[in-house]
């Protein structure tokens, strides 16, 4: 059984970091597909960036050029690194997980950036 978290989320101000990490039991980074997702209130889920078992990345147009997909593999974990926050960043991030295998999701961690 495969159990994703993801952890990070906070607070912060316009113009500001964040480092969210995904961690998951139960399986290799190695040989997966990691996302990661975002569902502001009102909104529906929309993918923000991923990394494929393989290593490829894509940060999809809002994300490109502030946000960061990377992978440690000694450490079986994904982060996003969020530089120069938006008001619209805020939303719930996921971090979703899938291959051949299976797909499971996390929780969910809140960012929350204010103006």
């Known amino acids: 059984q495969v159990q994703v978290v993801e952890s990070g989320g906070g607070s912060v101000q316009a113009g500001g970091s964040l480092t969210l990490t995904c961690t998951a039991s139960?399986?290799?980074?190695?040989?997966?597909?990691v996302a990661w997702h975002r569902q502001a209130p009102g909104e529906q889920r929309e993918l923000v960036a991923s990394v494929t078992g393989g290593g490829s990345r894509i940060h999809v147009d809002s994300a490109k050029g502030r946000f960061t997909i990377f992978r440690d593999i000694d450490k079986n974990a994904v982060y996003l690194t969020m530089n120069t926050l938006k008001v619209e960043d805020t939303a719930v991030y996921y971090c979703?997980?899938?291959?051949?295998?299976?797909?499971?999701w996390g929780q969910g961690t809140q960012v929350i950036v204010s103006s």
């Open positions: 979703h997980v899938y291959s051949r295998r299976g797909s499971d």
């Open positions: 139960g399986t290799d980074f190695s040989t997966e597909n």
